[in-house]
């Protein structure tokens, strides 16, 4: 059963910084492309932002030049880093991943990241 797990949540104060990490295990097979989403209370999900196994990137408009995705050395991970934080960014953040061989969509748990003022 693929898992994907976050870690690298907590509570920031504006301005700083944080790094997720996302880890899937479970298959042989990639997962592409890799993406994070966010869910305030109260909100819907909403994309953060994605990459593709050949590193294409898109991010949303909120958070476009402060937060960077990327994807780790081993395979079916990707990172987060996040600087200059807002309140407004304050969610739970959720990594997936998408399997290229049956194209089921994979989500992580959740993190909590709380921005304060």
């Known amino acids: 059963q693929v898992q994907l797990v976050e870690s690298g949540g907590g509570l920031v104060q504006a301005g700083g910084s944080l790094r997720l990490s996302c880890a899937a295990s479970?298959?042989?097979?990639?997962?592409?492309?890799m993406g994070w989403y966010r869910q305030a209370p109260g909100k819907q999900r909403e994309l953060v932002a994605s990459i593709t196994s050949t590193g294409s990137t898109m991010y949303a408009d909120s958070v476009k030049g402060r937060f960077t995705i990327s994807r780790g050395n081993a395979k079916n991970t990707v990172y987060l880093q996040m600087n200059s934080l807002k309140p407004e960014d304050t969610a739970v953040y959720y990594c997936?991943?998408?399997?290229?061989?049956?194209?089921?969509?994979?989500w992580g748990q959740g993190t909590q990241v709380t921005v304060s003022s």
């Open positions: 997936n991943g998408k399997s290229v061989s049956s194209s089921n969509v994979y």
């Open positions: 479970g298959t042989i097979f990639s997962l592409n492309p």
